[in-house]
C-alpha cells in the first residue's frame, strides 16, 4: 500500500514558478514509478509527468515539456514537480500518481494523491 500527499500547490501569476511536493509512505516507494496528472473544470484528467522507479527515466506531456521537470528522492519517499514559465492554461487541481508503470499514454494509476491546487492569472 502507498498513500501519497501532495502539497505546494497556489495562486501564481504567469511566468511564475511553483514547486509540488508528494510525500509517499510505505516501504515500497522506491520500487514504483510515481507521476503527475491534473484536472482543469470541465476536463478531463491528463498526464502531465512521470518518473521511473530508479529516476533515470521520465515522461512528459507535450505541453509542458521544457517547463516542469519530474524527479525523486528516494530516500524521503518523495516526488517533486517543479514548474517553470506557468501559464493561465496550467490552471488544474494536480494529482500525484503511483503504479508499477507510468508512461506518457497512462491514464489510471494504482494509487492516487487527493490533489493540490494550481491556479496561474494573466
Known amino acids: 500500500q502507498v498513500q501519497l500527499v501532495e502539497s505546494g500547490g497556489g495562486l501564481v501569476q504567469a511566468g511564475g514558478s511553483l514547486r509540488l511536493s508528494c510525500a509517499a509512505s510505505?516501504?515500497?516507494?522506491?520500487?514504483?514509478?510515481m507521476g503527475w496528472f491534473r484536472q482543469a473544470p470541465g476536463l478531463e484528467r491528463e498526464f502531465v509527468a512521470a518518473?521511473?522507479?530508479?529516476?533515470?527515466?521520465?515522461y512528459y506531456a507535450d505541453s509542458v515539456k521544457g517547463r516542469f521537470t519530474i524527479s525523486r528522492d528516494n530516500g524521503k519517499n518523495t516526488v517533486y514537480l517543479q514548474m517553470n514559465s506557468l501559464k493561465p492554461e496550467d490552471t488544474a487541481v494536480y494529482y500525484c500518481?503511483?503504479?508499477?508503470?507510468?508512461?506518457?499514454?497512462?491514464?489510471?494509476?494504482?494509487?492516487w494523491g487527493q490533489g493540490t491546487q494550481v491556479t496561474v492569472t494573466s
Open positions: 518518473i521511473r522507479w530508479s529516476g533515470g527515466i521520465t
Open positions: 510505505g516501504r515500497t516507494f522506491s520500487t514504483y514509478a
Open positions: 500518481a503511483a503504479d508499477s508503470s507510468l508512461t506518457r499514454d497512462s491514464v489510471k494509476a494504482d494509487y
